[in-house]
């Protein structure tokens, strides 16, 4: 059965922000090999719309090689969207969900295949109170934001991680590999 993991950004002080960490090449590169290890990532419509900035670096290459990179990897991987709001996505490998998230996962879940990333902080919270996220990837950057959004807020209940993996940038920020232990 496939593992769905959630892969997020953070500050140190617990907010979700993709514009709050300054990714280096070696994160780029950290998650462009990661894309390579999956064949689906699920977003939410706010997500989904600020990842449309790769296809801007896939038409006008970065300098920087790495982000040029990423964008391939994150065109090649197949975008699975959960929104009310859009009908309609402009990116080749992306998609409309057909059913809701609970079902659409659980049917992900069973065909045969690599990694279902989750990359929307909404989602998340909504898979980790159904019980359903087998891994999380926690990228933390040394930044302390004071607002934003709270990655773990809206919980039902307590969930204990367990630590199983780290990595440290040279940047200062921390990866945490996190398996849930559900009740």
Not at 31 to 45: A, F, K, N, P, S
Not at 106 to 127: C, D, N, T, Y
Not at 144 to 167: A, D, Y
Request: contains cysteine; aromatic residues 10%; negative net charge.
């Amino acid at each position: 059965m496939r593992k769905v993991i959630a892969a997020l950004n953070m500050t140190l002080d617990g907010f979700c922000d993709h514009t709050a960490g300054m990714p280096d090449a070696e994160i780029h590169a950290h998650y462009t090999e990661l894309l390579g290890r999956g064949d689906v990532i699920l977003y939410g419509r706010t997500t989904y719309q600020l990842m449309e900035f790769w296809q801007t670096v896939l038409e006008n290459p970065s300098e920087e090689k790495s982000m040029n990179d990423f964008a391939v990897a994150i065109d090649t991987i197949e975008k699975v969207v959960f929104s009310r709001t859009i009908h309609n996505v402009d990116w080749d490998s992306a998609r409309l969900a057909k059913r809701d998230l609970k079902d659409e996962v659980l049917e992900l879940k069973k065909q045969s295949g690599e990694a279902i990333f989750v990359g929307s902080r909404s989602l998340i919270i909504q898979l980790l109170n159904m019980g359903l996220v087998d891994e999380f990837q926690l990228c933390i950057y040394p930044v302390v934001e004071g607002k934003g959004l709270p990655l773990f807020e809206g919980i039902n209940g307590r969930t204990f991680l367990k630590l199983v993996n780290t990595k440290t940038f040279k940047s200062g920020a921390l990866l945490l590999y996190y398996e849930p232990q559900y009740e």
